[in-house]
């Protein structure tokens, strides 16, 4: 299985960035739940965004109302448009996806740097 995630680079503040994520290797099914994670510098992974059967959304409260998670589940992708961006979404952003048999897999990251 592997994940590849692009999409990440360098924006101003206020700017937007869409990222995108294709697994391979795995069957599509409505089951599989997607998501965004990201880690800064000298902090844990954390959870951004997931979007889970009957594409229910889930977000972290930094970044409701910016982000918007989005998923095609027949092309086993999933994406993420970030609007209003901040220094502080400065990370490397993981997607993961979770499949119906429970199991995890991760993509490399893609690096987004905000500056002020």
């Known amino acids: 299985v592997q994940l590849q995630a692009s999409g990440g680079g360098l924006v101003q503040a206020g700017g937007s960035l869409r990222l995108s994520c294709a697994a391979s290797g795995v069957a599509f099914s409505f089951s599989n739940i997607m998501g965004w994670y990201r880690q800064a510098p000298g902090k844990q992974r954390e959870m951004v965004a997931t979007i889970s059967y009957g594409a229910t959304m889930n977000y972290a409260d930094p970044v409701k109302g910016r982000f918007t998670i989005s998923r095609d589940v027949t092309k086993n992708s999933v994406y993420l448009r970030m609007n209003s961006l901040k220094p502080e979404d400065t990370a490397v952003y993981y997607c993961?996806?979770?499949?119906?048999?429970?199991?995890?897999?991760w993509g490399q990251g893609t690096q987004v740097t905000v500056s002020s």
């Open positions: 993961k996806i979770t499949t119906s048999g429970g199991r995890d897999y």
